[in-house]
Protein backbone atom coordinates (compact mmCIF):
# COMPACT_ATOMS: atom_id res chain seq x y z
CA UNK A 1 0.00 0.00 0.00
CA UNK A 2 1.08 3.01 -0.75
CA UNK A 3 1.61 5.91 1.24
CA UNK A 4 0.04 9.70 1.12
CA UNK A 5 2.68 12.48 1.65
CA UNK A 6 1.97 16.04 2.73
CA UNK A 7 3.63 18.02 -0.15
CA UNK A 8 3.40 21.86 -0.13
CA UNK A 9 0.25 22.42 0.86
CA UNK A 10 -1.87 19.07 -0.76
CA UNK A 11 -1.51 15.26 0.15
CA UNK A 12 -0.59 12.97 -2.75
CA UNK A 13 0.68 9.56 -3.27
CA UNK A 14 4.30 9.22 -2.56
CA UNK A 15 4.80 7.66 -5.93
CA UNK A 16 4.45 11.58 -7.15
CA UNK A 17 5.73 13.10 -4.00
CA UNK A 18 8.78 14.20 -5.62
CA UNK A 19 12.17 16.49 -4.47
CA UNK A 20 13.79 18.87 -7.38
CA UNK A 21 17.80 17.79 -7.93
CA UNK A 22 18.42 21.65 -7.38
CA UNK A 23 16.89 21.31 -4.16
CA UNK A 24 19.58 22.48 -1.20
CA UNK A 25 18.31 20.63 1.21
CA UNK A 26 19.80 17.12 -1.09
CA UNK A 27 22.71 19.57 -2.09
CA UNK A 28 23.72 21.04 1.05
CA UNK A 29 21.87 19.25 3.66
CA UNK A 30 20.32 23.08 3.81
CA UNK A 31 17.28 22.53 6.08
CA UNK A 32 15.06 21.14 9.42
CA UNK A 33 13.85 18.52 10.14
CA UNK A 34 11.13 16.76 13.17
CA UNK A 35 10.60 12.83 14.36
CA UNK A 36 7.16 13.17 16.21
CA UNK A 37 5.12 9.84 17.17
CA UNK A 38 1.97 9.42 17.91
CA UNK A 39 0.29 6.80 20.27
CA UNK A 40 -3.38 5.76 19.64
CA UNK A 41 -4.62 8.75 18.09
CA UNK A 42 -2.90 11.12 20.18
CA UNK A 43 0.34 12.77 18.65
CA UNK A 44 2.71 13.51 21.42
CA UNK A 45 3.51 16.47 22.39
CA UNK A 46 3.16 17.90 18.81
CA UNK A 47 3.49 21.59 20.48
CA UNK A 48 6.87 20.80 21.61
CA UNK A 49 8.18 19.56 18.39
CA UNK A 50 6.16 22.34 15.92
CA UNK A 51 8.31 25.08 18.17
CA UNK A 52 11.49 23.49 17.91
CA UNK A 53 10.96 22.93 13.79
CA UNK A 54 9.92 26.70 13.89
CA UNK A 55 13.01 27.56 16.11
CA UNK A 56 15.56 25.46 14.44
CA UNK A 57 14.30 27.12 10.69
CA UNK A 58 14.55 30.59 12.54
CA UNK A 59 18.24 30.18 13.23
CA UNK A 60 18.88 28.82 9.87
CA UNK A 61 17.08 32.18 8.43
CA UNK A 62 14.75 29.76 6.68
CA UNK A 63 11.19 31.11 6.48
CA UNK A 64 8.52 28.19 6.67
CA UNK A 65 5.49 29.02 4.19
CA UNK A 66 3.25 27.96 6.14
CA UNK A 67 2.03 28.74 9.74
CA UNK A 68 2.84 26.85 12.97
CA UNK A 69 -1.52 26.49 12.61
CA UNK A 70 -1.34 25.11 9.44
CA UNK A 71 1.81 23.02 9.82
CA UNK A 72 -0.43 21.52 12.99
CA UNK A 73 -3.32 20.98 10.88
CA UNK A 74 -0.87 19.21 7.79
CA UNK A 75 0.39 16.47 10.34
CA UNK A 76 -3.08 15.73 11.06
CA UNK A 77 -4.51 15.87 8.20
CA UNK A 78 -1.45 13.25 6.83
CA UNK A 79 -2.14 11.02 9.76
CA UNK A 80 -5.81 10.65 8.73
CA UNK A 81 -5.20 10.00 4.94
CA UNK A 82 -2.88 7.16 5.67
CA UNK A 83 -4.83 5.76 9.01
CA UNK A 84 -2.50 5.70 11.07
CA UNK A 85 -2.99 5.34 14.63
CA UNK A 86 0.53 4.66 16.48
CA UNK A 87 2.51 6.29 13.99
CA UNK A 88 6.44 7.81 13.33
CA UNK A 89 5.76 11.10 11.67
CA UNK A 90 8.70 12.90 9.84
CA UNK A 91 8.40 16.52 9.65
CA UNK A 92 10.71 18.22 6.98
CA UNK A 93 11.31 21.44 5.55
CA UNK A 94 14.24 22.60 2.47
CA UNK A 95 15.47 25.70 1.60
CA UNK A 96 13.62 24.62 -1.36
CA UNK A 97 15.01 24.81 -5.07
CA UNK A 98 18.16 27.07 -6.26
CA UNK A 99 21.09 26.86 -8.65
CA UNK A 100 24.25 24.92 -7.91
CA UNK A 101 26.19 27.83 -5.62
CA UNK A 102 25.54 28.17 -2.11
CA UNK A 103 23.71 31.21 -1.55
CA UNK A 104 19.88 30.36 -0.09
CA UNK A 105 18.88 33.90 -1.32
CA UNK A 106 18.58 31.77 -4.80
CA UNK A 107 16.15 29.41 -3.62
CA UNK A 108 12.81 31.45 -3.50
CA UNK A 109 10.47 29.34 -1.90
CA UNK A 110 10.94 26.07 1.10
CA UNK A 111 9.90 22.67 0.09
CA UNK A 112 7.87 21.60 2.94
CA UNK A 113 6.84 17.83 3.45
CA UNK A 114 5.76 15.32 5.98
CA UNK A 115 5.32 11.81 6.23
CA UNK A 116 3.57 9.55 8.21
CA UNK A 117 4.26 6.01 8.59
CA UNK A 118 3.87 2.98 10.70
CA UNK A 119 6.49 3.40 13.58
CA UNK A 120 9.26 1.14 13.26
CA UNK A 121 9.56 -0.51 16.89
CA UNK A 122 12.98 -1.01 18.25
CA UNK A 123 13.35 -5.18 18.78
CA UNK A 124 11.75 -6.03 22.01
CA UNK A 125 15.88 -7.11 23.36
CA UNK A 126 16.92 -3.66 23.56
CA UNK A 127 14.71 -3.16 26.98
CA UNK A 128 14.57 -6.67 28.17
CA UNK A 129 18.58 -6.84 28.16
CA UNK A 130 19.69 -3.09 27.92
CA UNK A 131 22.14 -1.73 25.56
CA UNK A 132 25.70 -1.79 25.50
CA UNK A 133 27.29 1.07 23.95
CA UNK A 134 30.44 2.75 23.04
CA UNK A 135 32.22 6.62 23.03
CA UNK A 136 33.23 7.25 19.89
CA UNK A 137 35.94 9.72 18.51
CA UNK A 138 33.66 12.01 16.41
CA UNK A 139 32.58 14.69 18.86
CA UNK A 140 29.09 16.27 18.91
CA UNK A 141 29.49 19.70 16.83
CA UNK A 142 29.98 22.63 19.44
CA UNK A 143 27.54 25.59 19.60
CA UNK A 144 30.43 27.90 17.66
CA UNK A 145 30.40 25.20 14.99
CA UNK A 146 26.52 23.44 13.30
CA UNK A 147 24.58 23.83 17.17
CA UNK A 148 23.06 20.58 18.08
CA UNK A 149 19.81 23.07 19.29
CA UNK A 150 19.29 22.73 15.17
CA UNK A 151 17.46 19.97 14.18
CA UNK A 152 19.13 20.43 10.50
CA UNK A 153 19.42 17.81 7.38
CA UNK A 154 23.02 18.49 8.12
CA UNK A 155 23.32 14.80 10.78
CA UNK A 156 26.68 13.64 9.57
CA UNK A 157 27.99 14.81 12.53
CA UNK A 158 25.78 12.11 14.12
CA UNK A 159 26.09 9.50 11.31
CA UNK A 160 29.91 9.33 11.69
CA UNK A 161 29.20 8.58 15.31
CA UNK A 162 26.66 5.99 14.19
CA UNK A 163 29.34 4.63 11.68
CA UNK A 164 31.70 4.24 14.74
CA UNK A 165 29.47 2.58 17.08
CA UNK A 166 28.79 0.35 14.25
CA UNK A 167 32.02 -0.52 13.63
CA UNK A 168 32.78 -1.16 16.95
CA UNK A 169 29.82 -3.71 17.91
CA UNK A 170 27.44 -1.29 19.54
CA UNK A 171 24.27 -0.31 19.01
CA UNK A 172 24.87 3.28 20.42
CA UNK A 173 27.71 6.03 20.18
CA UNK A 174 27.97 8.66 22.77
CA UNK A 175 29.57 11.60 21.76
CA UNK A 176 31.87 13.92 23.76
CA UNK A 177 32.18 17.53 23.33
CA UNK A 178 35.43 19.36 22.94
CA UNK A 179 36.31 19.55 26.97
CA UNK A 180 35.94 15.34 26.76
CA UNK A 181 32.24 15.92 28.77
CA UNK A 182 29.34 13.65 27.84
CA UNK A 183 27.20 15.18 25.18
CA UNK A 184 25.02 12.95 24.09
CA UNK A 185 24.01 10.22 21.76
CA UNK A 186 24.16 10.04 18.12
CA UNK A 187 20.16 10.05 17.80
CA UNK A 188 19.38 9.84 21.64
CA UNK A 189 19.61 11.87 25.17
CA UNK A 190 21.23 10.08 27.79
CA UNK A 191 20.96 9.85 31.53
CA UNK A 192 22.34 8.35 34.52
CA UNK A 193 20.97 7.74 38.05
CA UNK A 194 23.29 8.04 41.01
CA UNK A 195 22.31 7.73 44.50
CA UNK A 196 18.67 8.06 43.68
CA UNK A 197 19.78 11.47 41.53
CA UNK A 198 18.70 11.18 37.76
CA UNK A 199 21.49 13.18 36.06
CA UNK A 200 21.59 14.13 32.31
CA UNK A 201 24.30 16.08 30.44
CA UNK A 202 23.06 20.44 30.91
CA UNK A 203 21.99 21.34 26.51
CA UNK A 204 25.51 23.64 26.88
CA UNK A 205 27.43 20.48 26.62
CA UNK A 206 26.15 20.19 23.67
CA UNK A 207 22.94 17.91 23.10
CA UNK A 208 19.70 18.62 21.51
CA UNK A 209 17.18 19.48 23.88
CA UNK A 210 14.99 16.76 23.56
CA UNK A 211 11.17 16.49 23.91
CA UNK A 212 11.36 13.18 25.68
CA UNK A 213 14.13 14.32 27.71
CA UNK A 214 12.34 16.95 28.91
CA UNK A 215 9.30 14.24 29.62
CA UNK A 216 11.89 12.21 31.57
CA UNK A 217 12.29 15.39 33.75
CA UNK A 218 9.23 15.96 33.87
CA UNK A 219 8.37 12.77 35.44
CA UNK A 220 10.99 12.32 37.40
CA UNK A 221 10.61 15.65 39.55
CA UNK A 222 6.62 14.95 39.68
CA UNK A 223 7.32 11.96 41.21
CA UNK A 224 9.77 13.85 43.68
CA UNK A 225 13.20 12.00 42.48
CA UNK A 226 15.44 14.85 42.20
CA UNK A 227 16.70 15.80 39.00
CA UNK A 228 19.85 17.62 37.72
CA UNK A 229 21.04 18.73 34.67
CA UNK A 230 25.40 18.89 34.40
CA UNK A 231 28.43 18.15 33.69
CA UNK A 232 29.30 14.72 33.44
CA UNK A 233 32.67 12.92 32.30
CA UNK A 234 32.77 9.27 31.01
CA UNK A 235 33.73 8.44 34.91
CA UNK A 236 30.10 9.53 36.15
CA UNK A 237 28.84 6.81 33.19
CA UNK A 238 30.87 4.01 34.23
CA UNK A 239 29.99 4.61 37.96
CA UNK A 240 26.39 5.32 37.34
CA UNK A 241 23.94 3.25 39.61
CA UNK A 242 21.81 2.87 36.15
CA UNK A 243 22.11 4.31 32.79
CA UNK A 244 19.41 5.09 29.98
CA UNK A 245 18.75 6.90 26.79
CA UNK A 246 16.01 9.08 25.74
CA UNK A 247 14.35 9.65 22.28
CA UNK A 248 11.07 10.03 19.74
CA UNK A 249 11.46 6.14 18.68
CA UNK A 250 13.40 4.82 21.58
CA UNK A 251 11.11 6.20 24.33
CA UNK A 252 13.56 5.14 27.39
CA UNK A 253 16.07 2.16 26.62
CA UNK A 254 18.39 0.82 29.09
CA UNK A 255 22.12 0.13 28.79
CA UNK A 256 24.01 -1.68 31.02
CA UNK A 257 27.41 -1.53 29.15
CA UNK A 258 29.40 1.35 28.33
CA UNK A 259 33.06 1.27 26.82
CA UNK A 260 33.34 -2.48 28.66
CA UNK A 261 32.15 -1.59 31.94
CA UNK A 262 29.23 -3.17 33.44
CA UNK A 263 26.67 -0.73 34.85
CA UNK A 264 24.97 -1.02 38.01
CA UNK A 265 24.39 -4.65 38.13
CA UNK A 266 24.71 -5.01 34.52
CA UNK A 267 20.78 -5.39 34.10
CA UNK A 268 18.44 -2.58 32.89
CA UNK A 269 17.56 -0.93 35.85
CA UNK A 270 14.66 -0.69 38.43
CA UNK A 271 13.97 3.03 38.32
CA UNK A 272 14.93 3.34 34.54
CA UNK A 273 11.74 0.68 34.36
CA UNK A 274 9.66 2.75 36.73
CA UNK A 275 10.21 6.08 34.47
CA UNK A 276 9.70 4.04 31.50
CA UNK A 277 6.05 2.79 32.36
CA UNK A 278 5.54 6.13 33.57
CA UNK A 279 6.38 7.25 30.09
CA UNK A 280 3.86 5.37 28.09
CA UNK A 281 1.20 6.20 30.81
CA UNK A 282 2.01 9.57 29.93
CA UNK A 283 1.90 8.90 26.16
CA UNK A 284 -1.70 7.80 26.20
CA UNK A 285 -3.14 11.02 27.88
CA UNK A 286 -0.41 13.75 26.52
CA UNK A 287 -1.05 14.60 23.21
CA UNK A 288 -3.31 16.00 20.26
CA UNK A 289 -6.22 14.19 19.06
CA UNK A 290 -6.75 13.34 15.58
N1 LIG B 1 19.62 13.81 20.18
C1 LIG B 1 19.68 13.77 18.85
C2 LIG B 1 20.96 14.11 18.17
C3 LIG B 1 18.55 13.42 18.10
O1 LIG B 1 18.60 13.38 16.77
C4 LIG B 1 17.35 13.12 20.19
C5 LIG B 1 18.51 13.51 20.85
C6 LIG B 1 16.12 12.83 20.99
O2 LIG B 1 15.21 13.91 20.86
P1 LIG B 1 13.63 13.71 20.98
O3 LIG B 1 13.08 15.07 20.81
O4 LIG B 1 13.23 12.76 19.87
O5 LIG B 1 13.37 13.14 22.31
C7 LIG B 1 17.36 13.09 18.78
C8 LIG B 1 16.15 12.74 17.99
C9 LIG B 1 15.89 7.67 14.44
C10 LIG B 1 15.88 9.14 14.66
O6 LIG B 1 15.32 7.25 13.42
C11 LIG B 1 16.12 9.65 15.90
C12 LIG B 1 16.09 11.04 16.10
C13 LIG B 1 15.87 11.83 15.04
C14 LIG B 1 15.65 11.30 13.81
C15 LIG B 1 15.64 9.94 13.60
O7 LIG B 1 16.45 6.95 15.25
N2 LIG B 1 16.34 11.47 17.38
Known sequence: ??????????????????????????????GVFEGIRSYGELVFRLKEHIDRLYESAHTIMLKIPVSKQQMTAA???????????????????????????????KCPKATVFIIADKIALYPDRFYKQGLKIVTVPTQRSSAETLNPQVKSLNYLNNILAKLEAINAGAEEAIMLNAQGHVAECSGDNIFIIKKGVLLTPHISMGALKGITRQAVLDIASKSGMSVKEDVLTRHDLFNADECFLSGTAAEIVPVVKIDGRVIGNGLPGATTLKLLLNFRKLTKIDGVRY
Open 1 to 30: MSLKIYMNGKIIDEKQAKISIFDHGLLYGD
Open 75 to 105: VIATLRANKLKDAYIRLVVTRGEGDLGLDPR
